[in-house]
Nanobody
Framework: QVHLVESGGGLVQAGGSLRLSCVASGRTYSSYAIGWFRQTPVKEREFVAGISWSGDMTSYADSVKGRFTISRDSAKNTVYLQMNNLKPEDAARYYC?????????????WGQGTTVTVSS
């Protein structure tokens, strides 16, 4: 079992930055890859970024490449999503999820999400 808690969301102006955190607990957390997803009331959930359990492999949606960076600190059981140059279309509820088999496995555990609002 893996328990995930996101934080770091908030209101930011377009062009600004936020860093989201995903803190994990659970005996087997370190063996899971972590992905970030986002969803709005009018848009289906979409993949944003992912990182392997070792942290040496990452992937990004085309819409965030060059602006977002995913990283993990295993000592703190935390995965970060650094978001720079935010755009109004980045506004969404962001979720992290644990994946047992990077990069194509199912996401077995999900957090409750944190909301990002971007003003234009």
């Amino acid at each position: 079992q893996v328990h995930l808690v996101e934080s770091g969301g908030g209101l930011v102006q377009a062009g600004g930055s936020l860093r989201l955190s995903c803190v994990a607990s659970g005996r087997t957390y370190s063996s899971y890859a972590i992905g970030w997803f986002r969803q709005t009331p009018v848009k289906e959930r979409e993949f944003v970024a992912g990182i392997s359990w070792s942290g040496d492999m990452t992937s990004y949606a085309d819409s965030v490449k060059g602006r977002f960076t995913i990283s993990r600190d295993s000592a703190k059981n935390t995965v970060y999503l650094q978001m720079n140059n935010l755009k109004p279309e980045d506004a969404a509820r962001y979720y992290c999820a644990a994946q047992s088999d990077y990069p194509y496995g199912a996401y077995d555990y999900w957090g409750q999400g944190t909301t990002v609002t971007v003003s234009s």
